[in-house]
T-cell receptor
Framework: DAGVTQSPTHLIKTRGQQVTLRCSPK?????VSWYQQALGQGPQFIFQYYEEEERQRGNFPDRFSGHQFPNYSSELNVNALLLGDSALYLCASSFGEWGIDTQYFGPGTRLTVL | KQEVTQIPAALSVPEGENLVLNCSFT??????LQWFRQDPGKGLTSLLL?????REQTSGRLNASLDKSSGRSTLYIAASQPGDSATYLCAGARRGGATNKLIFGTGTLLAVQP
C-alpha cells in the first residue's frame, strides 16, 4: 500500500516565478491538507481539500492556491514566488470529513527560491 | 488562537536513558493530539494519536499521555536508542472548519548518544 506521495522532491525557482507541487493521498483517503514548514519551525497549515472543495485556509495570501481532483490527488500552486516561500511543503491525507483518524504525511517537496 | 508549545527545544541523552518530551496547548477544545517524528529534511512519521476521550496510547517503547484539563501531553520514550535521534513534533486538532487542521509545536530535537 503506497503511502502519501509527493512530487517533485526538490525544486529551485527564482523570485516571481510560479510553481506547482503535487500530492497523491494514501489509498482510501479522501481529504488532503497542505502545510508549509520553514527551517527550524513546525509545519503551518495552508489549506485543506475535501470533495474537491477548499474547506479552510490558514493565514496564507491568495498567491497560494490549490486544487483537488476526482481521484483525490491534489496540487498546490504558488504564484509570484518570494524568497520567504522557500520551505518544505508537506501534504497530509486522512479519511472523512471529520478527520478523526490519523493524518499521514508525505515526504515533502523542498522548494528553494533564489 | 491555539498555541502549542514544546519543551525542551533540544535534548541530548545517553543511550538507554528513559526520557519525557512535553507539549502544552492553550485550547482545551482539541479532539485529538498527535505525536510525530521528523528526520532531517524528511516528512513526518505519525507515532501516536490520542483522542480526547483517551488518556494515553502506547506503541512499543513509546507512551503518550493527554491531560485536557491542564492542556498538556507528554511523550515517554523508554530505553532510548541512537536511532531515536530526530525531531519530535506534537500537533493538536480541534473541530470547526477544517476539522482536522493540525496546529504544530516547534518540536524537540532529540540526540541519543551511543
Amino acid at each position: 500500500d503506497a503511502g502519501v506521495t509527493q512530487s517533485p522532491t526538490h525544486l529551485i525557482k527564482t523570485r516571481g516565478q510560479q510553481v506547482t507541487l503535487r500530492c497523491s493521498p494514501k489509498s482510501g483517503h479522501d481529504t488532503v491538507s497542505w502545510y508549509q514548514q520553514a527551517l527550524g519551525q513546525g509545519p503551518q497549515f495552508i489549506f485543506q481539500y475535501y470533495e474537491e472543495e477548499e474547506r479552510q485556509r490558514g493565514n496564507f495570501p491568495d498567491r497560494f492556491s490549490g486544487h483537488q481532483f476526482p481521484n483525490y490527488s491534489s496540487e498546490l500552486n504558488v504564484n509570484a514566488l518570494l524568497l520567504g516561500d522557500s520551505a518544505l511543503y508537506l501534504c497530509a491525507s486522512s479519511f472523512g470529513e471529520w478527520g478523526i483518524d490519523t493524518q499521514y504525511f508525505g515526504p515533502g517537496t523542498r522548494l528553494t527560491v533564489l | 488562537k491555539q498555541e502549542v508549545t514544546q519543551i525542551p527545544a533540544a535534548l541530548s541523552v545517553p543511550e538507554g536513558e528513559n526520557l519525557v518530551l512535553n507539549c502544552s496547548f492553550t485550547d482545551s477544545a482539541i479532539y485529538n493530539l498527535q505525536w510525530f517524528r521528523q528526520d532531517p529534511g524528511k516528512g513526518l512519521t505519525s507515532l501516536l494519536l490520542i483522542q480526547s476521550s483517551q488518556r494515553e496510547q502506547t506503541s512499543g517503547r513509546l507512551n503518550a499521555s493527554l491531560d485536557k484539563s491542564s492542556g498538556r501531553s507528554t511523550l515517554y520514550i523508554a530505553a532510548s536508542q541512537p536511532g531515536d535521534s530526530a525531531t519530535y513534533l506534537c500537533a493538536g486538532a480541534r473541530r470547526g472548519g477544517a476539522t482536522n487542521k493540525l496546529i504544530f509545536g516547534t518540536g524537540t530535537l532529540l540526540a541519543v548518544q551511543p
